[in-house]
């Protein structure tokens, strides 16, 4: 069953405004709009497959546009390790939405995004030409076991990317490329542990892409402008927002 007309445009409103953060600094679309369409009243699965589809459009676009600073054998490594942690996420994604309340789900997804925040917070590190092969399988499966979670696998790349001595622009191509590359290995999980039951979340994200698009080249026209210490900021604000009101509202809701 499709969603009413005012699902939907809460959808486009949620995915256009992550699509302007995404673009802006390469990650961050889910982290605003995975907690923000479950404090909406959409199931785990329903709001993952939401972003899934919009973000990997999105990745797709933006690797495409900067795919002149990207080095295919970077992204060998890290592409193959999430797509082996992708269906483990998956699979733990399924368990929750089994197991635990919409409030739960609420909490838990809050919490998650504040020790995701703190993480980048404390893993500032001097910038360094290359991390080793410890510390990529790290940063990598993790992002990988997010990704398959709620489609919220850009954080860990990005302390991976803040840790290294590349520019900006190679850092949003290669957050860009990374993120497109797990996109059909978690539709195929997704697709497998949840069948049609995602159908309608995933309809609706292609309804709304056109403003997600536009939101998108707001955002790449913004990451060129504005500064990059700023935009940071300001997100991982609004994300930490968003994370004490999920892990609150089941408080208020009593």
């Known amino acids: 069953m499709l969603y009413s007309p005012a699902e939907i445009a809460l959808i486009g409103l ?7 953060i995404q673009g802006a600094v ?29 973000s990997g459009v999105q990745n797709i676009i933006g690797a495409w546009k900067l795919r002149s600073h990207l080095e295919p054998r970077e992204l060998v490594f890290p592409v193959v390790l999430r797509w082996l942690a992708i269906p483990v996420g998956t699979y733990v994604a399924w368990l929750t939405d089994q197991h635990l309340s919409s409030a739960q789900s609420k909490q838990l997804i809050g919490m998650v995004l504040l020790v995701v925040v703190l993480l980048l917070w404390v893993c500032r590190v001097t910038p360094r030409e290359h991390l080793n092969a410890f510390w990529q399988t790290l940063v ?61 979340a995933a309809v609706a994200a292609l309804i709304v892409m056109p403003g997600i698009l536009a939101g998108l080249w707001l955002g790449l026209h913004l990451g060129h402008r504005l500064p990059k210490p700023l935009f940071r900021k300001i997100t991982f604000a609004l994300i930490v927002a968003i994370a004490a009101i999920a892990i609150m509202a089941p408080f208020f809701s009593e």
Do not use: D
Not at 14 to 19: A, K, V
Not at 166 to 191: E, H, Q
């Open 14 to 20: 949620i995915m256009t405004f992550g699509g302007v």
């Open 26 to 54: 390469g990650f961050a679309s889910g982290m605003l709009g995975v907690p923000l369409l479950i404090l909406s009243g959409f199931s785990l699965p329903e709001a993952a497959t939401i972003n899934l589809v919009s």
């Open 140 to 200: 990598f499966s993790t992002s990988g076991f997010m990704l398959g979670f709620a489609t919220m696998g850009g954080s860990p790349m990005a302390i991976y990317v803040n840790s290294l001595t590349w520019p900006v622009a190679k850092s949003r191509a290669f957050l860009f490329a990374c993120s497109a590359a797990g996109l059909p290995i978690a539709v195929v999980f997704f697709s497998w542990q949840y069948g049609s039951r995602i159908i309608p």
